[in-house]
């Protein structure tokens, strides 16, 4: 039996979106290298650094693309057939960090395990 929605919210609640390219290996980071200089090219992106050790809730070395939510409707199909073999995490920014990652993530590619416990104690603090 499906879960009920008790308290459903709309889109409105998305204030922006973050991407978070990972890699693990020269070869993934030089992938990563030039899927971020496409998307520089393309997109009115913000590109944040190069995390090349995991951080916060991450597992896996990656930087983070922050985005409008406007560009979704572009941006993501074209991840979606561009990502080179990546795996990209997709989430909204709703003000709920730990919902965020842990509730309302897209995948591209493999699904990693998050660290959400970090979050949680990080919200907390």
Do not use: C, K
Request: net charge negative.
């Amino acid at each position: 039996m499906a879960a009920e929605i008790s308290s459903a919210q709309g889109p409105a609640a998305i204030t922006g979106y973050h991407a978070h390219v990972y890699y693990h290996d020269d070869q993934t980071r030089t992938a990563a290298a030039a899927l971020r200089a496409a998307l520089d090219a393309r997109f009115p992106v913000q590109l944040g650094r190069w995390r090349d050790e995991p951080v916060g809730p991450h597992p896996r070395p990656m930087y983070q693309v922050t985005f409008a939510p406007s560009i979704f409707p572009e941006l993501v199909p074209w991840l979606m057939l561009n990502r080179a073999g990546l795996t990209i995490l997709i989430h909204p920014e709703t003000g709920d960090a730990i919902a965020d990652h842990d509730r309302f993530p897209l995948w591209l590619g493999e699904t990693l395990a998050l660290d959400i416990a970090f979050l949680r104690a990080h919200v907390a603090a």
